[in-house]
Structures are given as structure tokens and as C-alpha cells.
């Protein structure tokens, strides 16, 4: 074999065993993360986490991806949460009061009567206070993405007007299955109803329930305004909802890729925030159309009543604590 045959020859052995090297190694993938929530296809929710997951493509040139998953396709709120913090590449959107056994103060955000607009709630996430409750929630295996994420204010919905707690006794109310929002409808005056949202429609046409409280888009796509037709403006709360990860989950991401979530994250809760807006206003028209009562509540009383009745609801939180993120809120 002649020195250049010799040469060509090994050559060709070495160009095809890094060809079948590369087709044996799979290219790195982008790294993709699911994002869970219960929100039906098109409502705020969907439509702003759809357009975070464009922002989070384009800033990570593809190399970071967020497949959405809306109407509880991924399970529960509880169950999803659980599959977060064991380390699923996952965030969901859930309520501060569901850290209500882990974190128990930080469930106070999702107190009746704690702002009067989201301008001042939105003051609590700069807070010292705030900084030490999130130290808590990655204790506990939880990341908070996005902190801030405006969700709606939340009305009631009642066969008969309501102006004062007064009007209100003996009065059932559905509410989602959770402590605070029990204690909240308690401490308005009426009786508390847990049942799912499903149940909601029949339950106000058989009068098992007289009432139903929600943010207006959602008052309004329930279509509750066919059995019962007085709004009461109460604005007990003004619900801000936190995105959440798993802590194990994010400690494997980069702190570039950490650095993209969070940024395009606080885009995201910007545009949420008016698409809520802009959906509040249109279902409050939508709902005077449909034939509903709506009538200014002076929310004096009902506050009052909730700075008594709250705190001891949960003897689990810290001495003063409604008091002081309400200092910080309202300061």
C-alpha cells in the first residue's frame, strides 16, 4: 500500500467514525417547561402566559421553551404544586392562601379588605417583610417566579341587594374550598358555601346557595346573572396570585435562564394586568346588559369586620400580622 493510499484510507475511517459519533450523540435539547393553570383557553391567563412563553423563545434564541397547559389539563392545583416540588420542570399559578400550611403568614395576602387597588397591594412585594416570607417558601421546596401577577377584584354576585354585613346573615354563599376564603365570607356576615365553581349554577337555581363572589369576567362567563341579578361592588379582595416552581427544578436552571424567567415574567404580570382590566370592564357592561342590579357597597363596615374577625381565624399566624402587611400595603 502506497504512503497516499495509507493516508486516504485512515482519512475515511476517521471521518466515518466521527459521523457515526455525532449521529450516536443527540444534540443538546432545549430545555422546556410546562405551565399549569386552571384558566379556560382565552381568558387573561392563557392569553398572557401564551404570549411569555414568545418572549421566553425569543430571548433565549429557542434554547429555553414553555409549553402551556390550561384547564387543569396537568391535574389539580394541589397536584400540580406537589409535582412542582419534587423537581417537575413546571410552574403554576396558585393562590398565596394555599401556603397556608408551609408558610402560613405569607396566606395573608390573601385577606378580605388588605388594599382598596392594586397599586397599593402590589407595595407589599418590595417589602422586607415580603423578601423574608420568600426565603420561607424555598425552605419549604417552592420558588416564587413571578410575586406579582394582578388576578382580579372579586365582587358578589346575590339573589337580594347587600349594603351592610347586616344584610348578609344567614346568608349562603359559595366559595372555593380553601380557609381563607371561608373565613372571609364568614367575617362579611353571610354563610360560607365550599362547593367546585361547576356546581355553582344549579346549586343558585335550587337555592341551595343565594350567591356567588368572583372576579366580574369570571361572574359573568358563569352565566349566574340568569338565576340571580344583584351585584354588590364589595371588592373584598383584590386577589394578586404568584407563578411557583419548584426550588430543586430551579436550582438547575442557569442563571441566565433564571435571569429570562423572571425578567419576561414581570412583562408577562404587566400584560396580565390590563388584560384583567380590560376584561373587568367589558363583563361589568356585559352583566348591566343581561338585566343585573349593580350597587355601590360602602365597604367601611365589612373592613372593619374583617380586621376583627381575620386574625383570629388563624391563631397559626404571627401577633399583629394582618395589622402590619396592611401598615405596608396602606402606609
Known sequence: MTQNRFVHLTASLTLAGLTALAAATPALAATEIRVAYGNQPGEPVDV???????RVNEESNGELTLQ??????????T?????????????TITAYSNFMSS???????????????FDSKLKVFDSDWFAEQEKKVEESGYHIVI????????????????????????????VQNSQMYVAAIRAMGAVPTPMSLGDVYPALAQGLVDGVENPLPVLY?????????????????????????????????????QQILTETGQ?????LRGLVEKETDKSLQQLKDAGVQVHEVDTAPFRERAQEEIPKAFPQWSDGLYQEVSNIING
Open 68 to 77: 402551556a397547559f390550561p384547564a387543569s389539563q396537568l391535574g389539580g392545583e
Open 48 to 54: 398572557a402566559v401564551k404570549a411569555w412563553a414568545e
Open 103 to 117: 408558610v402560613p403568614d405569607l396566606a395573608v395576602l390573601d385577606a378580605p379588605y388588605l388594599a382598596d387597588d
Open 267 to 271: 412583562e408577562m404580570a404587566q400584560n
Open 147 to 174: 410575586p406579582n401577577t394582578v388576578y382580579g377584584v372579586r365582587h358578589l354576585l346575590s339573589r337580594e341587594p347587600v349594603s351592610t354585613p347586616d344584610d348578609l346573615s344567614g346568608v349562603k354563599i359559595r
Open 221 to 257: 362567563g358563569g352565566k349566574f346573572y340568569e338565576v340571580v341579578k344583584n351585584l354588590n361592588l364589595t371588592a373584598h379582595m383584590h386577589t394578586v396570585a404568584p407563578f411557583v416552581t419548584g426550588q430543586a427544578f430551579w436550582e438547575q436552571l442557569s442563571p441566565d435562564e
Open 79 to 91: 397536584e400540580v404544586m406537589e409535582q412542582a416540588r419534587f423537581g417537575s420542570p413546571l410552574i
